[in-house]
């Protein structure tokens, strides 16, 4: 009898370790919100962008005729709304800087993003003046920046290859 009691009192302990342990709440650091928070936007972050190059690309084609300025117009308009929503986003790069510089890589980002926006409403303008060789300009100007931005704001594993 004394022998099955230990090995009773054994599992009884074994299973009531077990049971608490994966029953509890994990108490949560400061930091894990902060890190599940910037997990969730850096989806939504790439796939706006993402969205947005796709689109881009589909802009590239159709705002050389200006018989198809009304599509360039409804695509730009997407590529705006995207652009817009992506600005309130934080980089995931931004969770691997040090806590000190976090604000001013955040509003840096802010500020590029609205200066893409600008862009991309001047763009618009020229469309609706049928100024398809000004669009086309701002077009490329907004190519150009996107590496240097990427590279900016963008970790590593986030680029495309």
Known sequence: MLPMKKTLTALTLAASTALFSTSLPRHASAAEPKT???KVQKSELNSEMEDMDEAMKKLRRSIRKAEQNEASLKILAEIQ???LSSKGMIPTKTAKMPEADRAKFVTAYRKEMAAVIID???MEQALLDGDNAKAQEIYKAIGEREDKDHD???QKDEKKK
Do not use: I, V
């Open 36 to 38: 599940a928070e910037l």
């Open 81 to 83: 709304a995207k652009a």
């Open 120 to 122: 991309l409403c001047q």
């Open 152 to 154: 900016q704001f963008m």
